[in-house]
T-cell receptor
Framework: AQSVTQPDIHITVSEGASLELRCNYS??????LFWYVQSPGQGLQLLLK??????LVQGIKGFEAEFKRSQSSFNLRKPSVHWSDAAEYFC????????FGAGTRLTVKP | GAVVSQHPSRVICKSGTSVKIECRSL??????MFWYRQFPKQSLMLMAT?????????EQGVEKDKFLINHASLTLSTLTVTSAHPEDSSFYIC?????????????FGAGTRLSVL
């Protein structure tokens, strides 16, 4: 069965610092991978996706993620975090049968 | 980009009443819509998958008679929480799927906060 693990429940970084949010997945075939961001009381906004091809994918708001099949990982990165990036981040795997990780809450210190 | 409208954003109701939540894809046709439930500080749990013109497929443990789903058109799906009770209080989020050539993308509504008194 497919599953997603986000090892970090909560991460705090200083504004301007780099960010990496971890995501590991278990999937029987070539995975479809996604990162979503959720602000409090809001729905989810798609940051980026991986279906196939180049393993380094660029998303909105300066985010990128790298698919590493050997490590079953799809970590999200951003070189310089802004205070407005504070939110909950969800990694997801699948297609019509999408499964979400537990989420990582990002706090940005001034 | 694709926009999904979910209404209402917040509803407070008395125990025993029914509540209907609408999910509309505004600028694209969605053959498949999804309903999720999210408890505080937790992830999204898929409740059901809804295909236009056919019965919804419910996840294990989700009561289909409790959570009625109708997908009458390619742009509208509704979730009705029947005879709501306090334990049904939660954040409900819908998404609409669209095919992008190599895979499906789900676009999410803003969610509905249901509080049952």
């Amino acid at each position: 069965a497919q599953s997603v693990t986000q090892p970090d429940i909560h991460i705090t970084v200083s504004e301007g610092a780099s960010l990496e949010l971890r995501c590991n997945y278990s999937y029987g075939a070539t995975p479809y991978l996604f990162w979503y961001v959720q602000s409090p009381g809001q729905g989810l906004q798609l940051l980026l996706k991986y279906f196939s091809g180049d393993t380094l994918v660029q998303g909105i708001k300066g985010f990128e993620a790298e698919f590493k099949r050997s490590q079953s990982s799809f970590n999200l990165r951003k070189p310089s975090v802004h205070w407005s990036d504070a939110a909950e981040y969800f990694c997801a795997v699948g297609n019509n049968d999408m499964r979400f990780g537990a989420g990582t809450r990002l706090t940005v210190k001034p | 980009g694709a926009v999904v409208s979910q209404h209402p954003s917040r509803v407070i109701c008395k125990s025993g009443t029914s509540v209907k939540i609408e999910c509309r894809s505004l600028d694209f046709q969605a053959t498949t819509m999804f309903w999720y439930r999210q408890f505080p500080k937790q992830s999204l749990m898929l409740m059901a998958t809804s295909n236009e013109g056919s019965k919804a497929t419910y996840e294990q443990g989700v009561e289909k008679d409790k959570f009625l789903i109708n997908h009458a058109s390619l742009t509208l799906s509704t979730l009705t929480v029947t005879s709501a009770h306090p334990e049904d209080s939660s954040f409900y989020i819908c998404s609409a799927g669209t095919w992008l050539g190599t895979g499906n993308i789900q676009y999410f509504g803003a969610g509905t906060r249901l509080s049952v008194l």
